[in-house]
C-alpha cells in the first residue's frame, strides 16, 4: 500500500496552496478516514484515501488531464520568466501540482493545449514514433502551387539539412489563403518553416486538433476544461 503526505495529495488534487492548507489544518478543517488531521506531513494511500477540506470533498486522483484554448502572447511552458504562461491563465479550479503543457505552441500560436501532471503520458502522445497527428488552420501572406502541396505531402528537405515528414495539406479558402494542415512531428516552428520553404510568410497559426480530439468550439479563447477518459483515448488513438 503506497502512502504519500496529505498535504501533497491535497496539492495534487486541488487549488489549496501550501499556506492554505497549513491554516486549515491548524484550524482543524482537514479530515482523512474520519479523522481530524493537524499534521499535514501525515501521510495515506493516494488511491483510496477520503480527505475533506471544509466539509468539502477533496477528488482524490493523481493526473489530470485538461483542454485549453491557448490565447495569443500566452507562453506554453510552466514558468514564464515573468510571462504569462499556459498554466497561470487556467482557473484555480483546475490548477494543481505539477502541470505543464504537453508540446509547445508558440507565443503568436492559438488553439489547443494540452496540460497535464502526467509525464508518460506526454512523453507517449510526444514521442516521434508515435506518429500523433496534429491539425492546425494556417492563414498565409500567399498561395501555394502544385509542386510547393505536392511537396508537403512527399515531404520536406530544407536546404540546412532539416527534413519534414509528410504532411496532409489542403486549400480551405483561396480568398483568405487559408489551409489546413496535419502534420505528425512537432519541431521548432515548423509549420511556419514549411511555408517559408516556398516563399509564403504564416500570419496565423491555430491548432484545432491532437489526433482525433478536436478542439472544443465552446471554449473561447483563454478558456480551459478537463478531459474524460473518452476524449484522452483519442489524442492516441489511430486512425484506421
Do not use: W
Not at 125 to 144: C, E, F, G, N
Not at 205 to 210: E, I, N, S, V, Y
Amino acid at each position: 500500500m503506497k502512502q504519500e503526505r496529505i498535504d501533497k495529495i491535497i496539492a495534487t488534487c486541488s487549488s489549496y496552496s501550501r499556506n492554505e492548507l497549513k491554516k486549515a489544518a491548524k484550524d482543524g478543517r482537514v479530515v482523512c478516514n474520519g479523522e481530524t488531521v493537524y499534521d499535514l506531513s501525515k501521510k495515506a494511500d493516494p488511491d483510496i484515501a477520503e480527505i475533506y477540506v471544509d466539509g468539502n470533498p477533496i477528488k482524490v486522483k493523481k493526473y489530470t488531464y485538461i483542454m485549453l484554448n491557448k490565447p495569443l502572447g500566452v507562453i506554453s511552458a510552466s514558468d514564464g520568466r515573468g510571462e504569462k504562461t499556459v498554466v497561470d491563465i487556467l482557473p484555480d479550479s483546475l490548477k494543481r501540482e505539477g502541470l505543464f503543457p504537453a508540446g509547445r505552441l508558440d507565443k503568436y500560436t492559438t488553439g489547443f493545449v494540452l496540460i497535464t501532471n502526467d509525464g508518460d503520458f506526454a512523453h507517449n502522445i510526444l514521442s516521434p514514433r508515435h506518429h500523433v497527428k496534429k491539425t492546425y488552420i494556417v492563414t498565409t501572406d500567399a498561395l501555394l502551387d502544385d509542386k510547393a502541396l505536392s511537396e508537403f505531402e512527399k515531404g520536406i528537405s530544407l536546404s540546412d539539412g532539416t527534413l519534414f515528414k509528410p504532411a496532409s495539406i489542403r486549400l480551405l479558402d483561396r480568398n483568405t489563403r487559408e489551409y489546413e494542415v496535419i502534420i505528425v512531428e512537432g519541431k521548432y516552428h515548423q509549420i511556419k518553416r514549411m511555408f517559408s520553404h516556398f516563399g509564403a510568410k504564416v500570419i496565423k497559426l491555430h491548432r484545432t486538433a491532437m489526433g482525433n480530439l478536436t478542439l472544443d468550439h465552446e471554449l473561447a479563447s483563454g478558456e480551459a476544461r478537463e478531459l474524460s477518459a473518452d476524449e484522452l483515448l483519442k489524442i492516441s488513438q489511430k486512425d484506421d
